[in-house]
Nanobody, 120 residues
Framework: QVQLVESGGGLVEAGWSLRLSCAASRSLRPMNVMGWSRQAPGKQRELVATISSSGRISYADPIKGRFTISRDNANNTVYLQMNSLNPTDTAVYFC??????????????WGQGTQVTVSS
């Protein structure tokens, strides 16, 4: 098992920035993908960004150019730098970790979420 603890959410005005952090409670398996998803009120959870243990990064179209995902492997932590926030970014942001024992065998863990609210 692993616990994921998010921090860094809050209430900001449009145009401001926030940095989310997510720390895993133990060292991770060599092959893994960490990421961020978000869920706005009344909407389904959507994937925002992912970063693999090899450094491969992907972003959802709505946040490209504004958000940056990074990770600190020594501290088992993933970050999401969010710039130029707008009210449509308001959501609960969830950290995720998928660990692979093999390409066909993986487990996904989720954090409890952190609220990000952007006022206009």
């Amino acid at each position: 098992q692993v616990q994921l603890v998010e921090s860094g959410g809050g209430l900001v005005e449009a145009g401001w920035s926030l940095r989310l952090s997510c720390a895993a409670s133990r060292s991770l398996r060599p092959m893994n993908v960490m990421g961020w998803s978000r869920q706005a009120p009344g909407k389904q959870r959507e994937l925002v960004a992912t970063i693999s243990s090899s450094g491969r990064i992907s972003y959802a179209d709505p946040i490209k150019g504004r958000f940056t995902i990074s990770r600190d492997n020594a501290n088992n932590t993933v970050y999401l730098q969010m710039n130029s926030l707008n009210p449509t970014d308001t959501a609960v942001y969830f950290c995720s970790l998928r660990e692979y024992r093999s390409l066909a065998d993986s487990t996904t863990y989720w954090g409890q979420g952190t609220q990000v609210t952007v006022s206009s």
